[in-house]
């Protein structure tokens, strides 16, 4: 950063001079329209990003179809409510729920360098209400702005754009090995679970007891008090096995308690993807749990790990998606469950396949935990950096 330090030195030994963010930045400067309407812009192949909320959508339309609602140049997004999530485009289409930055007078404070600088601060100006915070404008309009010599900015542009573009390489790379070794897992699972000489036998045939379990709605869990899965768990949280229950609730709060023990398989047989439908889990702890509603319980006399990992095969997905049609809901059923077929070794060959996957799900599952927690150390990484570059001594 000699090069920063120089310019520093050279253009403003004295200080930087702070403006008001009035004086300095116009706010929604942009027709717009309301987020349900966004969707119906969506044009395929189109260059003009659709940014919708805070949330990440990849979404485009064309000049035609965006017209007078199109920003012209650099602006800087962030959603109006809930959280300060950021981001950045050039010419683009903003639905109403999202407030738009963008520099007044660009030779005098460039959009780029404001967005770097407000993202170190937005976070305080979203004022809690009685239902979640909100972006306060006036609030926002009042604080002091440091407003460095065009080329300071651009150099700490420069340092600050180099530095994420570093960061989202990494990621890209360490997702794309992420997903290439899932591949590589599921191909040898695959082949691990295909026999020449082994009999199939239906879900039905397998189980010893196979049942519905009772609703548990997301207000009658609790910290404490029973452990339970809730059938959206089943798609969010637990992976081939689990051992603990992420949630727990009172028993009196249940009408008609629907348990599950050590070795159970949990379906959950309500989802958003036909691909997900019927996704399984087995349980390998020791307490005894409740299963809430459209999750159903199999019990057996198999390696309950072995049943999962064949569960979650191309040849099991198939079976479990058949006949099943995208709509909102996705439902499966006790019937279609008990009609799934498995190969079905002897109690022996299923433990050695068991030894052999698990050490195949922990190196994916030592990746899959090791890149978020890279990810956040580099983020971190780039605030720390981003703050020291955009701390400066106000002139007097």
Not at 186 to 201: A, S
Not at 297 to 309: A, D, E, G, R, T
Not at 337 to 346: M, Q
Request: hydrophobic residues 35%.
């Amino acid at each position: 950063m000699s090069k920063l330090n120089d310019l520093i030195a050279r253009l403003c030994p004295d200080g930087i001079s702070f403006d008001s963010a009035q004086d300095l930045v116009l706010l929604n400067n942009y027709k717009q329209v309301g987020a349900d309407e966004l969707e119906k812009m969506i044009v395929k192949g189109g260059n003009v990003p659709l940014l919708p909320s805070s949330r990440n959508y990849d979404w485009y339309t064309t000049r035609e179809v965006a017209g007078k609602f199109l920003s012209n140049g650099e602006v800087f997004v962030m959603g109006r409510a809930r959280h300060a999530n950021t981001k950045y485009a050039n010419g683009c289409f903003v639905s109403s729920n999202n407030i738009i930055i963008e520099s007044k007078n660009t030779k005098r404070i460039t959009t780029r360098f404001l967005y770097h600088y407000l993202t170190s601060i937005i976070a305080d100006f979203y004022v809690k209400t009685s239902t979640y915070p909100k972006f306060d404008t006036n609030l926002f309009k009042s604080i002091k702005i440091p407003v460095p010599p065009l080329e300071i900015q651009r150099e700490i542009v420069r340092i600050l754009d180099t530095f994420t573009e570093l960061t989202a390489e990494l990621t890209a790379e360490l997702t794309a090995e992420l997903t290439a070794r899932k591949k590589q897992y599921e191909y040898y699972r695959d082949l691990l679970l295909t026999f020449d000489n082994v009999e199939f036998k239906s879900l039905g045939e397998i189980a010893t007891e196979i049942f519905r379990g009772s609703g548990i709605t997301r207000e009658q869990v609790t910290k404490s008090g029973v452990p339970c899965v809730r059938y959206g768990e089943i798609y969010t949280t637990y992976g081939t096995y689990f051992d603990k229950c992420v949630s727990h609730t009172m028993l009196e709060k249940i009408s008609n308690p629907k348990y599950f023990e050590h070795g159970d398989i949990l379906f959950a047989i309500t989802g958003e993807k036909v691909e997900d439908i019927a996704k399984s889990t087995a349980y390998v702890g020791n307490d005894r749990c409740l299963a809430g509603g459209d999750i159903v319980v199999l019990k057996h006399n198999q390696n309950p790990k072995y049943l999962s990992y064949a569960l979650a095969t191309a040849n099991a997905v198939r079976q479990k998606t058949k006949g099943k049609i995208k709509s909102k809901v996705v439902h499966s059923s006790v019937p279609a469950i008990k009609e799934i077929k498995i190969p079905v070794p002897p109690l022996e060959e299923q433990e050695r396949i068991v030894k052999i996957l698990d050490r195949f799900d922990k190196l994916c599952n030592d990746l899959s935990a090791g890149l978020p927690a890279e990810i956040a150390a580099r983020q971190k990484q780039y605030e720390y950096y981003r703050d020291k570059l955009l701390t400066f001594k106000e002139k007097k």
